[in-house]
């Protein structure tokens, strides 16, 4: 898994209510067998272009300097609905390291953290205000996300800190790897099924 | 103080703390299809992790395959090679799969319950986010990305959070019309999409100890929709009675042993939930959604909303489903012309479903101008209503009568609504291109579909 320390940039404020996993990425995309790496041109389609499979240049991410943005400002419950991983996939191929709401849907937040995508979850007026500085300055103005230091700095230089589990950061910072760590305990796992085998002998088919 | 349902079944799954509220949690059963079941397995061994439990684990196709009378996997090329690879994944593998054309195949979430699969009290997880469908049976199930699949597979553990409580009693008894779908549609109105966060939910009071099985899985469906990974019933005499003989439930002295068991699982009186909610059902009728997001929800009886009357955090919201929608504010929803009609998914395509779908039908036909589509959720359930003559009845009504899957409710088969095209569906989202590009959903219950297929608008069932 990719490792996350320090994010500077870009910070588009697309600042939309229940951004949901169908508009990050359109299933057929997921069946079309595209593989990870070549979701990223697919990402946010159905508001990046229009029917006719142009460019809207209303749509935020096509204007500059979002174009290439590394970090996505969301308002409430980004990423909610389908557990589909290949939203995450989609957003790493767009180049978006990082995506700052006030929460996310579960699914997709545990996805995130399977590969290297840091969701950071800050107050909503915290959020209004990094876009509203972001706007203030279109083109100069950057923001960073400091992982080991858990805090977020402004275009201004405000320093807003957030919060994360001990057990994810220590894995983001060092691209840690869940299933190898499970593996280390395959004894424990095996103790815990033998005494459930005689507890639960119906659940064993 | 006593324990809940949800902290007994995840409390006797934990292997190991692994400390900051994150536990090492066993799973009981791992539910495969087609969308990333074969890909997820082929992961886990080429790096190096055969599957852990294969008779723990199961699979079916549903999402990518036509569902065309007659279809095989090759009626919708793009779906082959998932198919071909979950086939060749599995059987290498001597892991059970439905398959096509076999006894047994239907829509994942189908599938378990009525196997006898998914049993209360065990741990269940499926790569699809309606999983919590299976906690109507009382089990602990949720949905899972392809990384945490290909985890589960290689070592038949996972990595989580504990959630914390959310109870959802619904007191009353249900009013004429109403359905789960009702119940659910209407409990995300009113707590929104996101309530749910971070939470496990529970559902509980009369009318729910009231429901079937069936009706039980609907409302556990829904529970994503909120914001929940997983959702509840306690299991009881309803759920005894409907796994009872079911092929992989289990049999004889095993069977009252499960049994006696079981009957320990519902929250203990004195439990504690972290946030309650209650529901009286006198306030709940049939509902319909207007916008594009399950929450934007109401009795079908009610206006649209106009966004300028609305919470104002929510205007832009409402506003631009409105506009997506084609809907004009303060206008009755009731009457609203209507162009497809579908009937299926895991939320509704149970025999139950379909039995209130044809009592609507029957002796009428469809509009002229809506396309009807009816899905059963599964081979076994297409036989029962074929037996009984529930196809001859939507055939009769100039609807279609197909093969199980999942169709019309993402579109990752090819069958899609076209765009700007209106349809009243049994499925569980309502979101801006779910059902095809530029498509317009209204979710609502099999009779509430029905009803819109023969009016050819959006129709109250209680006046049909
Ligand atoms: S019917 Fe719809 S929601 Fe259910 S499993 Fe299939 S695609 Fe997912």
């Keep these: 898994m990719d490792k996350f320390t320090k994010v500077t940039g870009v910070a588009t404020p697309l600042m939309r209510q229940n951004v949901d996993t169908d508009l990050i990425i359109r299933i057929e995309r997921l069946v079309d067998n595209v593989t990870r790496d070549g979701l990223g041109p697919y990402c946010f389609e159905q508001i990046r272009f229009k029917p006719d499979g142009s460019e809207d240049p209303d749509c935020i991410f096509n204007q500059k300097p979002y174009r290439d943005a590394p970090i996505i400002l969301s308002r409430e419950n980004f990423g909610c609905g389908s557990s589909r991983e290949g939203a995450v996939w989609a957003l790493k191929g767009m ?10 849907g579960d699914i997709f937040n545990n996805n995130c953290f399977q590969n290297g995508l840091l969701p950071v979850a800050l107050p909503i007026h915290e959020i209004e205000q990094l876009a509203d500085e972001m706007k203030a300055s279109p083109g100069n103005a950057r923001v960073t996300i400091d992982l080991e230091n858990c805090q977020v700095v402004s275009p201004t230089g405000r320093t807003i800190p957030f919060q994360i589990d001990a057990r994810r950061q220590h894995a983001m910072l060092n691209g840690l790897d869940d299933i190898a760590q499970t593996m280390a305990r395959k004894d424990e796992i095996a103790a815990w099924q033998t005494q459930d085998k005689t507890a639960r002998p119906w659940v064993w088919l | 103080m006593g324990k809940t349902l949800f902290d007994k079944i995840w409390d006797s799954h934990v292997i190991t703390d692994l400390g900051n509220r994150f536990v090492l949690l066993h799973i009981d059963r791992l539910l495969l299809h087609d969308m990333s079941g074969g890909k997820a397995l082929k992961e886990a061994i080429e790096k190096g992790y ?24 090759k009626t919708h090329p793009p779906g082959e090679p998932l198919i071909l690879s979950m086939r060749e994944t599995t059987s290498a593998y001597g892991i059970k799969l439905f398959d096509l054309g076999q006894d047994g195949q239907g829509i994942v979430h189908v599938m378990g319950p009525e196997q006898g699969l998914t049993l209360p009290g065990t741990t269940l997880v499926c790569g699809d986010s309606h999983t919590s469908t299976h906690g109507g049976m009382g089990s602990l199930a949720f949905g899972i990305g392809s990384s945490e699949l290909v985890h589960v597979i290689a070592t038949q553990t996972m990595v989580q959070r504990k959630p914390k409580r959310l109870r959802a009693s619904f007191e009353g008894k249900l009013m004429p019309g109403v359905t789960a779908k009702d119940m659910i549609l209407h409990l995300i109105g009113e707590l929104g999409t996101a309530a749910g966060t971070g939470y496990s939910v529970e559902y509980a009071g009369s009318a729910v100890r009231a429901l079937p099985i069936e009706a039980r899985l609907t409302l556990c469906n829904l529970t994503i929709e909120m914001g929940a990974r997983t959702g509840m019933v306690a299991p009881d005499d309803t759920t005894y009675e409907y796994l009872n003989g079911r092929d992989y439930a289990p049999k004889g002295a095993m069977w009252d042993r499960a049994v006696a068991h079981w009957r320990t699982l519902p929250s203990d009186p004195d439990a504690e939930f972290d946030r309650e909610h209650t529901v009286d059902m006198k306030n709940v009728a049939p509902q319909i959604t207007w916008g594009t997001s399950p929450e934007h929800v109401i009795a079908v009886d009610r206006a649209i909303p106009d966004p300028s009357t609305g919470p104002e955090e929510k205007r832009g919201a409402w506003e631009a489903a409105l506009k997506y929608q084609g809907l004009e504010p303060g206008k009755p929803i009731e009457g609203t012309k209507v162009d497809w009609v579908f009937i299926g998914s895991c939320t509704n395509s149970r025999i139950s479903d379909l039995r209130a779908a044809a009592t609507i039908v029957k002796g009428r036909h469809k509009a002229d101008h809506v396309t009807a589509w009816v899905v059963p959720g599964s081979v076994r359930i297409k036989q029962e209503a074929e037996a009984e003559g529930l196809d001859r009845v939507f055939l009769d009504a100039g609807f279609e009568w197909r093969e199980p899957g999942c169709s019309m409710c993402l579109a990752s088969n090819g069958e899609r609504v076209p765009p700007g095209k209106r349809s009243v569906s049994t499925s569980n989202r309502n979101f801006v291109g779910r059902q095809g590009p530029g498509a317009r959903t209204h979710l609502a219950s099999p009779a509430m579909a029905a009803a819109a297929a023969i009016k050819g608008a959006i129709a109250d069932v209680r006046k049909i």
């Design chain 1, 95 to 104: 180049g978006i390291r990082a995506v700052i709401a006030p929460y996310f």
């Design chain 2, 50 to 73: 055969p599957p852990a439990q294969p008779r723990l684990t199961y699979g079916t196709p549903d999402h990518t395959m036509s569902t065309k009378p007659g279809r095989t996997e």
